[in-house]
């Protein structure tokens, strides 16, 4: 039983790694705070990267005509005039990729004019998927080597 058990003792390393990994990136949900410019016929900036979580606050201002800002999903929904800024505060709670789109027609290339929002996966939902993994790879590999007794064989 006891060598049974020291098999496993890769996988016990293994999810140590995930858990205690130091990650370059914070983990923890952040504000950001930035001023996103329409103008004909692009956002700046055009894409978004965030973190499942975290709270964005943005300024939104019209650089030459009036133009508006949709963003799927979000159920937001702005118009921007020149010189009044707008501001707009959600949090990004889902992942996945958004697009921001003029909802003002303001010109010949208005159906073009998109952004993206990226929103990345939370780190402590994928150290959570990453555990699961380790530990379902470690029950498949015990049951592989020590597969149980046939009922009706005694020890
Ligand atoms: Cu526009």
Known sequence: MRSRLLSLW??????LVILL????FNSTP??????MTA?????????LRVRQGDRIRLSLQAGDVVHGFYLDGHDIAVRV???ISQQVEFVADQVGKFRYRCSVSCGTLHPFMIGELVVGPNLVLARA???MLVALAAILLYLWRFPPREP???L
């Open 10 to 15: 890769p996988f016990v390393g293994l999810a």
């Open 21 to 24: 990994v130091p990650i370059p």
């Open 30 to 35: 952040v504000t950001h705070e930035l001023t």
């Open 39 to 47: 103008t004909q016929f692009a956002f700046d900036p055009p894409v």
């Open 81 to 83: 005039e020149p010189g």
């Open 129 to 131: 998927i990453g555990l």
């Open 152 to 154: 009706g064989h005694n």
